[in-house]
């Protein structure tokens, strides 16, 4: 398969393990968040979204944490799966000039062994 | 369709030659985002669709992209006379509306791989 990005920061756990993945974000202005997973190969593809005026919101086994205090967002993946292995990116939604863009983080591999 | 498709899922061009990428949204979706993934780097936006108008070009690389879409669906992506740091994988999203709410949620598709010898 196709290597998202060589030089990723990367985080290794056990399968079972509770997996805590951070993203940092620029714009104090970013009223939306969402992380995606991308598997080696394929788009990115959804995982769970925050809007600015929320500290926490939880899916099936994620929950993504927001602090604007300190523009910080993260992605806490419980029982960690092989399955979960993937490149993991953060996104902040920003107005420019009258229309949203998606702004991604650099990403995070996320390597999970059985 | 299920989800957003794009085509080819592969394209090898020699330098210098013309090529055309496809993206066909999610049905309904109104909104359309072309995106470039090189090695080693994160998703560069290139170009939003609100209908079919795009409202800011401003992130297309050089005057050798573009992209059209018809029908408030079908989008291309063009690159005339490619070069090698072209190569990269372009993704496209769509959402249901770009309006600055739930709405807004991209869903990406699988990507068009290019690479230019």
């Known amino acids: 398969g196709e290597s998202v990005g060589l030089h990723l920061p990367t985080l290794s756990v056990q399968e079972g393990d509770n997996s805590i993945i951070n993203c940092a974000y620029s714009?104090?202005?970013?009223?939306?968040f969402i992380w995606y997973k991308q598997e080696s190969g394929k788009g990115p593809q959804f995982i769970i979204d925050?809007?600015?005026?929320?500290d926490k919101r939880q899916g099936q086994r994620v929950t993504v944490l927001l602090n604007k205090t300190v523009k910080h967002l993260s992605l806490q993946i419980a029982a960690t799966q092989p399955g979960d292995s993937a490149v993991y990116f953060c996104?902040?939604?920003?107005?420019?000039?009258?229309?949203?863009?998606?702004?991604f983080g650099t990403g995070t591999r996320l390597l999970v062994s059985p | 369709g299920a989800g957003v498709s794009q085509s080819p899922s592969n394209k090898v061009t020699e330098k210098g030659k013309d090529v055309e990428l496809r993206c066909d949204p999610i049905?309904?979706?109104?909104?359309l985002y072309w995106y470039r993934q090189s090695l080693g780097q994160g998703l560069e936006f290139l170009i939003y669709?609100?209908?079919?108008?795009?409202?800011?070009k401003s992130g297309l690389p050089s005057d050798r992209f573009s992209a059209e879409r018809t029908g408030g669906s079908v989008s291309t992506l063009t690159i005339q006379r490619t070069q090698q740091e072209d190569s990269a994988v372009y993704l496209c999203a769509s959402s249901l509306t770009a309006s600055g709410g739930w709405t807004d949620t991209q869903y990406f598709g699988p990507g068009t791989r290019l690479t230019v010898l």
């Open positions: 714009n104090s202005a970013s009223d939306y």
């Open positions: 925050i809007r600015s005026n929320m």
């Open positions: 049905s309904g979706h109104t909104a």
């Open positions: 669709f609100q209908g079919n108008s795009a409202p800011d």
């Open positions: 996104a902040e939604n920003i107005w420019d000039t009258g229309f949203q863009k998606l702004v």
